[in-house]
């Protein structure tokens, strides 16, 4: 039987009928951007372009750093000289964690507020939550793009439970008064639930399915099941990025890896990681994702290099759906390389899992510096449950199965919960030291 589909013309089209509606909308786009964002006018002019750019050769255009925007938001605060509208037609502000210190902001018209719902709307619909489902969202309403969530599940027309970000009292209290059935949590904070709550009395509160995002995880095996188990639940995943829709992706309840879901506001191209060439997007391709905006007023991108390394998992689904599905492996900044191989701490995440309840689930790469390349042994912090007796054979047992799995050698260093820190929310998956 075919799943439910939210808006089944777009997301069951044809590849040609999808392309020939972004090729539509681009031209539109690429007009608003190349008159009214500075940005963009100069970044164009830089690259040689004269006249309209067709949207078969949106693969010509360079691309556009994070970096890039932050710069262009310090030109010209505080909505940048990216943005395509005057300050009056922004509506909603969002802010970005900012790693380097100083917050960065998303702004969008009334237009785009709409348009990030719709997107939404697809992708959490896509996860199997529909209007009967009563959902507990430990996203916070703002000030981070998460926040955005709230419209989208009230557009889907579920119940919504809000709590903030990390208060497991309220979210025990919601699931055992029989307020909720659906849980919205980073995987970290589903993880660390899971944990928390194993035993008999947890297939009880009548959890059926949970949600997770904001980082890689529910699509990890040893991670999934252990969720799944705990709750007798579905664990499906969501991801995506601030700069382009905060829900891009979304997984369905076939649980073979998340659906594009941008459909004819964003387009999506994969790049190879080293050269940055166009890449297909077929089954086993593991590559950048890259974004264009379509149909966006405030801040459009063009060719936005994300930062998101995922791998292809195919392109067509029994669910019905017509867009490819993924599977996120890591963010760039998260990969390193040992002896010529790329690694990504989702991998070792996966080794890690099959060792609980030894290990709580939870592990970090600790990096000597800025350089991709880390020799071996590679430092690694693996969380252990606290007031455990020493278990002195379990590094030897981690470092010998990510060897043999991974094939690199590691020092791995068990630390206890409370030591871990991030308070079991979102886990930083490398951290340099
Ligand atoms: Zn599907």
């Not at 262009?72 to 802010?95: H, M, T, W």
């Not at 970290?188 to 297939?203: D, I, K, T, V």
Request: glycine residues 10%.
């Amino acid at each position: 039987m075919a799943d439910a589909i939210w808006d089944r013309e777009v997301e069951t089209a044809t590849p040609e009928a999808t392309l020939a509606r972004a090729g539509a909308a681009w031209e539109g786009q690429f007009r608003h951007l190349s008159e009214h964002s500075p940005f963009y006018a100069r970044k164009l002019r830089e690259a040689g372009v004269r006249s309209p750019v067709r949207f078969a050769d949106l693969s010509r255009l360079p691309f556009t750093t994070k970096e890039e925007l932050k710069a262009a938001l310090d030109d010209e605060p505080p909505f940048g000289s990216n943005a395509c509208v005057p300050a009056d037609r922004i509506k909603r502000v969002y802010q970005t964690s900012g790693t380097s210190g100083v917050p960065s902001v998303i702004a969008l018209t009334a237009a785009d507020v709409e348009t990030w719902t719709a997107i939404g709307a697809r992708t959490y619909y896509a996860t199997g939550i529909h209007e009967q489902h009563s959902v507990v969202t430990s996203f916070g309403a703002g000030p981070f793009v998460a926040g955005h969530t709230h419209f989208t599940l009230m557009r889907i027309g579920a119940r919504v439970v809000p709590v903030a970000p990390g208060d497991t009292e309220r979210i025990l209290f919601a699931l055992r008064s029989g307020l909720a059935d659906t849980l919205l949590a980073t995987a970290s904070f589903a993880q660390y639930l899971a944990n928390r709550l194993e035993g008999p009395a947890a297939r009880e509160l009548g959890l059926t399915h949970v949600v997770t995002g904001g980082e890689p995880g529910g699509g990890i095996p040893a991670i999934r099941d252990h969720i799944q188990d705990v709750f007798g639940a579905t664990v499906t995943e969501v991801m995506g990025i601030g700069d382009a829709s905060p829900s891009l992706f979304g997984e369905c309840p076939q649980q073979q890896g998340m659906h594009f879901c941008g459909g004819r506001q964003i387009w999506a191209e994969l790049v190879d990681l080293d050269s940055h060439e166009p890449m297909a997007i077929e089954g086993g391709a593991v590559g950048e994702m890259v974004y264009t905006h379509l149909e966006r007023e405030a801040m459009p991108v063009v060719r936005f290099l994300g930062g998101d390394i995922v791998r292809v998992e195919g392109t067509s689904c029994g669910c019905g759906r017509t867009s490819f599905r993924m599977r996120c492996l890591g963010r760039r900044d998260d990969m390193f390389i040992v002896r010529g191989v790329n690694v990504y701490p989702t991998a070792i995440l996966a080794v890690v899992g099959d060792f609980r309840p030894r290990v709580t689930g939870r592990a970090r790469v600790v990096r000597p510096g800025p350089e991709v390349s880390v020799q071996p042994p590679v430092p690694i912090e693996v969380e252990v449950p606290a007031g455990r007796e020493p278990d002195a054979r379990l590094a030897a047992e981690l470092e010998e199965a990510i060897h043999s799995r991974l094939t690199f050698r590691s020092r791995v260093e068990l630390v206890e919960e409370a030591a871990f820190g991030e308070s079991g929310y979102k886990t930083r998956l490398s951290v340099r030291r």
